[in-house]
């Protein structure tokens, strides 16, 4: 079993930055793929960046590369989300998921994605 809780949420002005954290419990986690997506009210929930089991590979969505960063920690059991130039439309609640299998590959599909947190909101004023 494999526990996600989110933090770092907020509010922020258009241009700002924020660092999203995903603490996670269960002992696969240093050898699962994970994800951070976001959601905004009668919307799907949207991919925004994914890491490897590894660190070795990271995958973005268009709208937000090159102005998020995605990094994990081993030792600590974290995963990061570094988010700067924010924009109005980054707006949503965000989640952070894990693969939950050791060893198989980072996928941007939510659907193959087992563990989930909480979610953590972000708001960007303009």
């Known amino acids: 079993q494999v526990q996600l809780v989110e933090s770092g949420g907020g509010l922020v002005q258009a241009g700002g930055s924020l660092r999203l954290s995903c603490a996670a419990s269960?002992?696969?986690?240093?050898?699962?793929?994970m994800a951070w997506f976001r959601q905004t009210p009668g919307k799907e929930r949207e991919f925004v960046a994914g890491?490897?089991?590894?660190?070795?590979?990271?995958k973005y969505a268009d709208a937000v590369k090159d102005r998020f960063t995605i990094s994990r920690d081993i030792i600590k059991s974290t995963v990061y989300l570094q988010m700067n130039s924010l924009k109005p439309e980054d707006t949503a609640v965000y989640y952070c998921?894990?693969?939950?299998?050791?060893?198989?590959?980072?996928?941007?599909?939510?659907?193959?994605?087992?563990?989930w947190g909480q979610g953590t909101q972000v708001t960007v004023s303009s």
């Open positions: 998921a894990s693969r939950g299998v050791p060893f198989v590959p980072l996928t941007t599909t939510q659907s193959t994605y087992v563990y």
């Open positions: 269960g002992r696969t986690f240093s050898n699962c793929a």
């Open positions: 890491i490897s089991w590894s660190g070795g590979d990271t």
